[in-house]
């Protein structure tokens, strides 16, 4: 289906309550639905936004288009918890309905101040021959969980040396000062991050660009994230525009991050290593990361892609967010490891143990549809080793070490119905070692694996028939021993379908 400009900007305000009961229904049909995954009640769900913590709870927020599974008007979706694994969703968080986010409340993030949350964001418009106008907006929500907006934007240009491509503040506050940094692209067309520094939320001061070692690397730097680890800087971003090279920067867009020494404020400075992928598999994008109360740095992402159709889009709906991920620095790398609240969705119990020999072998208690397992083989002399992950007749999902090329392959080529085949159905990273833990997470209609305890990670949205639930361990050409143990994973608490009503109304 072609979706017209008007229907892209239509309102949900605009829609009836027997609309939107039919297109809820429509949603909760699908078979992919997911178990235990933040998706949208309906429609399209896209960059996660304002995570953070306030008032004793996790807030997170996302780009929402409600009516349908493609990029229209945007707001902000909200939905809360208070352990990270629950989530329970409130409503409507924004909604694009002042000049200044007339075509979209797009991307941005929130901190406690004042003793309430703030929420810096872009705001879209569009003048009369469609040209895209941004501003910075500010949002405050108190205790009351109430929204409110202010009145005027608190950046309202764009400055001079960049395009209207100009969005996704994320902010912090550093002994007493607020920053925030924005994705920006030059009159060149060439992708950067700008900061900004400020004493009150409302004006904010213009201290120039980050200087990086990268000054020719994609078109545009989306989702732009700094904070401190382990006493080193990060930067994480998602540029547009980057080539293929080698088993990297295979998807439409990438996410990844720059490690290094902590960004000098008063010249802007930040030295660094070399650009890396956040996440090795095919959906992941334009992550935002928060900082827990008890300081442990917590990174959720878009499980999913622009510019991508997806089977679930003829139900009216489209993508989700990642798990929750504590970050950590280990040998000059970002760690990413499942957050551990997560062991609370923990149910059955499985175990099994052996030694394979170019064979592949199921075991009792290892099949399902949503699961947590942890695998962890050590190879005698196999060529390759994995998992075959909701396997049936005719699907699988393959997970596996190729120990000649000394690299974790995901192959997806007969995982379900086909998503992206343009950018290929296998995904590879290297990583030289004889022991591999693979810490998966199965859900409805996706897959996240976690390689040697975060080292490496592959997300991916995969689309297979609601029979395809085998989990098989193989070998080939050679022998390889393992030990695994599974856990059904139960139902996510708290977020269960809205009424078509509630969608409607806050």
Request: charged share 25%; with cysteine.
């Amino acid at each position: 289906m072609e979706w017209t400009k008007e229907q892209r900007y239509r309102r949900i305000e605009e829609v009836s309550s027997e609309e939107m009961k039919e297109l809820t229904e429509k949603v909760n049909s699908c078979q992919w639905r997911q178990t235990f995954h933040i998706q949208p009640p309906t429609g399209l769900l896209n960059d996660p936004n304002g995570f953070s913590y306030y008032n004793g709870e996790y807030h997170l927020f996302y780009q929402w288009f409600p009516l349908g599974p493609v990029h229209g008007l945007k707001y902000w979706y909200h939905t809360k918890s208070k352990d990270l694994v629950h989530w329970e969703n409130v409503g409507i968080g924004i909604q694009p309905d002042t000049e200044f986010d007339s075509h979209g409340a797009y991307s941005g993030s929130a901190i406690e101040y004042g003793g309430k949350l703030h929420i810096l964001y872009t705001g879209n418009t569009r003048d009369e021959n469609w040209i895209r106008h941004p501003y910075q907006c500010l949002a405050i929500m108190g205790e009351d969980g109430v929204v409110k907006k202010s009145d005027q934007p608190v950046i309202a240009e764009v400055p001079a040396g960049y395009t209207d491509h100009f969005r996704d503040p994320k902010v912090w506050e550093e002994e007493g000062i607020l920053y925030t940094i924005i994705g920006a692209q030059r009159e060149n067309e060439t992708g950067c991050v700008l900061l900004y520094s400020s004493s009150d939320f409302r004006n904010w001061k213009l201290e120039g660009e980050i200087q990086t070692e990268l000054e020719q690397f994609g078109y545009m730097w989306e989702c732009p994230d700094y904070f401190e680890l382990d006493n080193q800087g990060v930067l994480i971003f998602s540029p547009q525009g980057l080539e293929a090279e080698g088993d990297c920067y295979q998807n439409i867009y990438q996410s990844g991050y720059l490690l290094g020494g902590k960004l000098a404020v008063s010249n802007r400075l930040f030295t660094h290593g070399e650009f890396i992928e956040l996440d090795r598999g095919f959906d992941f994008y334009a992550p935002q990361t928060m900082q827990a109360p008890d300081g442990r740095r917590i990174l959720v992402g878009w499980m999913g892609l622009p510019e991508i159709e997806y089977p679930t889009d003829r139900n009216s709906w489209a993508h989700c967010l990642t798990l929750p991920r504590e970050l950590s620095v280990r040998d000059g790398k970002l760690i990413q490891q499942p957050v551990k609240e997560l062991q609370a969705l923990r149910g059955q119990q499985s175990k099994a143990a052996d030694t394979i020999n170019n064979q592949t072998k199921v075991y009792t208690g290892f099949s399902g549809t949503a699961y947590e397992m942890i695998c962890e083989f050590e190879n005698q002399d196999a060529v390759e080793f994995g998992l075959e992950l909701r396997a049936g007749k005719q699907e699988k999902t393959v997970i596996k070490y190729d120990a000649l090329q000394k690299k974790i392959v995901l192959d997806r080529t007969a995982s379900g119905e086909e998503v992206g085949m343009l950018y290929g159905t296998t995904r590879k990273c290297s990583l030289d070692a004889r022991k591999i833990k693979f810490h998966v997470f199965v859900d409805t209609s996706s897959v996240e694996i976690f390689i040697n305890d975060g080292e490496e990670v592959f997300t991916s949205r995969i689309f297979p028939r609601n029979d395809s639930e085998e989990i098989r361990f193989f070998a080939r050409e050679g022998r390889v021993s393992f030990q695994a143990v599974k856990w059904e994973c139960e139902q996510m608490l708290g977020q269960a379908e809205r009424s078509s009503e509630e969608l409607v109304c806050r």
